[in-house]
């Protein structure tokens, strides 16, 4: 079954401890992404990658970090989180085929910092 | 800054009417565009999609609408049942791969 994992699925910390969410999908996209939801700003995108080792900041990525070492992992990094990192985030696995974009999203991390 | 917005918040609709939701975005350069359903509690789920040089794409009970000209986008499901009452999301893709979405419309069917 095609799909995207995230883990942890609920995270409560508190200010400036470390921490990592991680994205793993099994499509072999090549474009993974991650995303924050909050209410009234729907989502907007953090960071995005096309490729291994090939990471784009997105619309807000102030606070955050990413890697990819290998094509199927995404992980977010927050090194020194704070109350306004508290979201919803999604990570999102996109095929390219053609100019056309099928991002599948995984079921997301509600993440409270406090 | 720019931003893809959406006209209105929230929609109802009787079971088996049709449902149009409307979405303006602001950059003219968008080359796509995408729209979603998030039911509560789960991730967006890709409903439909358009590439620029197009100006309608159907899909099953659904189908998109672009209007470069005034920078429109419209979804229209068909027959609308009580399982499409969902959070609607268009989104664009602007020059280097990166996604803008909108704020969401919250779609009500009524039995």
């Known amino acids: 079954e095609a799909q995207v994992t995230q883990n942890p699925r609920y995270l409560i910390t508190v200010t400036g401890k470390k921490l990592t969410v991680t994205c793993s999908q099994n499509?072999?996209?090549?474009?993974m992404s991650w995303y924050r939801q909050d209410p009234g700003l729907g989502l907007r995108q953090i960071y995005y990658s096309m490729n291994v080792e090939v990471t784009d900041k997105g619309d807000v990525p102030e606070g955050y970090k990413v890697s990819r070492k290998e094509k199927r992992n995404f992980p977010l990094i927050l090194e020194s989180p704070s109350p306004n990192q508290t979201s919803l985030y999604f990570c999102a696995s996109t095929s390219v085929h053609r100019g056309f974009y099928e991002q599948y999203f995984g079921p997301g991390t509600r993440l409270t910092v406090t | 800054g720019e931003s893809v917005g959406l006209h209105l918040p929230t929609l109802s609709v009787q079971e088996g009417d049709n449902s149009i939701i409307n979405c303006a975005y602001s950059?003219?350069?968008?080359?796509?565009f995408i729209w979603y359903k998030q039911e509560s509690g789960k991730g967006p789920q890709f409903i439909i999609d358009i590439r620029s040089n197009m100006d309608k794409r159907q899909g099953q009970r659904v189908t998109v609408l672009l209007n470069k000209t005034v920078k429109h986008l419209s979804l229209q499901i068909a027959a609308t049942q009580p399982g499409d009452s969902a959070v609607y999301f268009c989104a664009e893709k602007r020059p280097g791969n990166q996604f803008y979405f909108g704020t969401g419309t919250s779609l009500t069917v009524i039995p």
């Open positions: 499509m072999n996209h090549e474009y």
């Open positions: 950059n003219s350069a968008s080359d796509y």
